[in-house]
């Protein structure tokens, strides 16, 4: 895969964000951040790596997804944003169904709701070409809004003059 030519603007404000946990809360904060960001100007770029990787999965549910048997395996316990755990306290898988609930009733957006509008805000997608390989996950298997699969390189590249948070 060709390293892509990424050119820096020094006057662009810019976040980019590693998105590493596929946890429920985590994923919020990631989508939280950037969406907030990309609503006030920022350019923004999500880097998805490992469990990361769930939340731009195109099939949402527990289900088979990458190449191999151990990928396959994996794709069927993690099952995406709608089976992301809660990192602490998940009681037995409630736990999300319990925050889509509050964040609801307290009219703040659920994590489905946050994804779309970092689509709609035009937030940069871009998955960790290491961790895909990994994992048997090929770009076909990510939503369309992934702009390209990237090597750590080019994301620090990408990311220079910016702020980067870990998440």
């Known amino acids: 895969m060709a390293t892509p030519e990424i050119t820096l603007d020094p006057t662009t404000k810019k976040l980019s964000i590693i998105g590493f946990s596929g946890d429920f809360d985590k994923l919020v904060a990631v989508f939280t951040l950037a969406t907030g960001a990309a609503a006030v100007g920022y350019e923004v770029n999500l880097f998805f790596t490992f469990w990361g990787l769930d939340a731009i999965k195109i099939k949402q549910g527990r289900s088979p997804v990458g190449k191999g048997f151990l990928p ?7 099952g995406g944003l709608k089976s992301a755990p809660v990192s602490r306290l998940n009681f037995g898988g409630i736990s999300p169904q319990i925050f889509r609930h509050l964040m609801r009733k307290n009219n703040v957006a659920t994590l489905e ?11 940069n997608f871009y998955a960790c070409e290491m961790a895909m390989h990994i994992l048997g996950i090929g770009k076909e298997d990510l939503i369309p809004e992934v702009k390209e699969v990237l090597g750590v390189a080019s994301f620090l590249k990408m990311s220079e003059n910016g702020q980067t948070l870990f998440i």
């Open 72 to 78: 396959k395996v994996f794709g069927i316990f993690m």
């Open 113 to 123: 709701e946050l994804v779309e509008a970092a689509k709609a805000l035009e937030v």
